[in-house]
């Protein structure tokens, strides 16, 4: 099976930094697109940023520019660097990966735990 961990949540003051990971593990042959995810308080969880298997890169407006999704693709590994974090980006954040178990099978989305990320002022 496969499980997605992630690591790197916690409080942080208005203005800092965070830097997310999310690290897949079991029965991996290839992931396609990695995303983030985020649910803030009150809200439904809404997409923030998908790095494909090719490198290509989107994120949702109110975090362009203060973002920067990453991946290693040999350590099945998926990264968030967020900067200039506001009140607002206070949520849970989870990752979600497409992943194919063998070379034969269909791809499958797996999700990550999700992690607290609290900014205050």
């Known amino acids: 099976q496969v499980q997605l961990v992630e690591s790197g949540g916690g409080p942080v003051q208005a203005g800092g930094s965070l830097k997310l990971s999310c690290v897949a593990s079991?029965?991996?042959?290839?992931?396609?697109?990695m995303r983030w995810f985020r649910q803030r308080p009150q809200n439904q969880r809404e997409w923030v940023a998908t790095?494909?298997?090719?490198?290509?890169?989107h994120y949702t407006d109110s975090v362009l520019g203060r973002f920067t999704i990453s991946r290693d693709s040999p350590k099945n590994a998926l990264y968030l660097e967020m900067d200039n974090l506001s009140p607002e980006d206070t949520a849970i954040y989870y990752c979600?990966?497409?992943?194919?178990?063998?070379?034969?099978?269909?791809?499958?989305?797996?999700w990550g735990q999700g992690i607290q990320v609290t900014v205050f002022a």
């Open positions: 979600k990966m497409n992943i194919r178990t063998t070379p034969q099978s269909a791809f499958e989305e797996f």
């Open positions: 079991g029965n991996i042959f290839y992931i396609s697109d």
């Open positions: 790095i494909s298997g090719q490198g290509n890169i």
